[in-house]
């Protein structure tokens, strides 16, 4: 048994559970045969440097550091090793992207649709409304699509599983509009490139500032629904994210953060002077 707790088996078991499996190839190849109980911090942080060499600490991190230290931590809840607690790399705060807000989704979509990009704008409206990566949503076929029951599934491009997402009224209406059809993909797109190409166009007719598919979807989702009210881990679950660290670090943004606290602050005192 001590023979097949290697770090391949530890992988495998590790997206066969739900763990991302975008950066694992290369780990696989680099420590695939290792037993768990072998690899070491200082092994797994000098691979990084090997690996990447001219990469900076963040992407080392999130390439190598990250989903190697998931992977042996996996291993240790199957009672294969101890605990892994690898440092990360020093790396400088990345200033968080600004998502899409309201005003910005509407006259991108009002554009979308003085254009005759139906499609697009639908699509737009998918990512922002359900946390949908751009490569899941342009993936979603017409059986896929549930109108009367308001829902879509998903197949999440990073760990291979079916996602329920569930679709507001308009962006039902929006889809139906798209006359989805079985085998037929429902926003027509077969690449995020090209997504990304069409979105900086209308960004432009309309006078607005470039935001990426994925700063229209899963930031500007994050952030629409944390300050809607709804809890961190009901957004996560909304939107299928697996870590918290990312989450919070990544795409969560608050929008007047210090004004909604002092109302906050002051419907309580208030409260109290009854």
Same mark, same amino acid.
């Given at each position: 048994m001590?023979?097949?707790?290697?770090?391949?088996?530890?992988?495998?078991s590790?997206?066969?559970h739900?763990?991302?499996q975008r950066?694992?190839?290369?780990?696989?190849? #680099?420590?695939?045969?290792?037993?768990? %109980?072998?690899?070491t911090?200082?092994q797994?942080?000098? *691979?990084?440097?090997?690996?990447?060499?001219?990469?900076?600490p963040?992407?080392r991190?999130?390439?190598?550091?990250?989903?190697?230290?998931?992977?042996?931590?996996?291993?240790?809840d199957?009672?294969?090793?101890l605990?892994? +607690?690898?440092?990360?790399?020093p790396?400088?705060?990345? #200033?968080? %992207?600004?998502?899409?807000?309201r005003?910005?989704?509407?006259?991108?979509?009002d554009?979308?649709d003085?254009?005759?990009l139906?499609?697009?704008?639908a699509?737009?409206?998918?990512?922002?409304l359900?946390?949908?990566r751009?490569s899941?949503?342009?993936a979603?076929?017409?059986?896929d699509?549930?109108?009367r029951?308001?829902t879509?599934m998903l @197949?999440k491009?990073?760990?291979?599983?079916?996602?329920?997402? &569930?679709?507001?009224?308009?962006?039902?209406e929006?889809i +139906?509009?798209l006359?989805?059809?079985?085998? @037929?993909?429902v926003?027509? &797109?077969?690449?995020?490139?090209s997504?990304?190409?069409?979105?900086? *166009?209308?960004?432009?007719?309309?006078?607005l500032? &470039?935001?990426?598919?994925?700063?229209?979807?899963?930031?500007?989702?994050? %952030?629409?629904?944390l300050?809607a009210? @709804?809890?961190v881990?009901?957004?996560?679950?909304?939107?299928g994210?697996?870590s918290?660290?990312i989450f =919070?670090?990544?795409?969560?943004h608050? =929008?007047?953060?210090?004004? %909604?606290?002092?109302d #906050?602050f002051?419907?309580?005192h208030q409260?109290d002077?009854?």
């Amino acid at each position: 048994m001590e023979q097949e707790r290697t770090f391949k088996a530890a992988a495998d078991s590790y997206v066969q559970h739900g763990g991302e499996q975008r950066y694992l190839s290369p780990l696989v190849a #680099r420590f695939g045969a290792e037993l768990v %109980t072998a690899i070491t911090p200082l092994q797994v942080r000098n *691979a990084a440097i090997d690996m990447l060499p001219n990469a900076a600490p963040s992407t080392r991190n999130r390439q190598i550091i990250t989903p190697t230290r998931a992977v042996l931590y996996h291993a240790h809840d199957l009672g294969w090793r101890l605990p892994a +607690r690898i440092r990360l790399f020093p790396a400088p705060k990345q #200033r968080k %992207t600004v998502p899409a807000n309201r005003r910005w989704l509407e006259r991108f979509v009002d554009q979308c649709d003085a254009d005759g990009l139906k499609h697009l704008a639908a699509l737009a409206l998918m990512m922002n409304l359900t946390g949908a990566r751009v490569s899941e949503a342009i993936a979603l076929e017409g059986q896929d699509v549930d109108l009367r029951q308001r829902t879509a599934m998903l @197949v999440k491009t990073k760990t291979d599983v079916m996602s329920l997402r &569930y679709l507001p009224d308009h962006l039902v209406e929006r889809i +139906r509009e798209l006359d989805p059809r079985p085998g @037929v993909r429902v926003f027509r &797109y077969t690449s995020r490139f090209s997504v990304n190409e069409r979105i900086a *166009a209308v960004c432009r007719r309309a006078g607005l500032p &470039y935001k990426s598919s994925h700063t229209v979807g899963r930031h500007a989702f994050a %952030t629409n629904a944390l300050n809607a009210g @709804v809890s961190v881990r009901v957004a996560m679950d909304a939107g299928g994210w697996k870590s918290s660290t990312i989450f =919070l670090e990544t795409y969560a943004h608050s =929008l007047n953060a210090g004004r %909604t606290v002092m109302d #906050r602050f002051n419907a309580i005192h208030q409260q109290d002077q009854c």
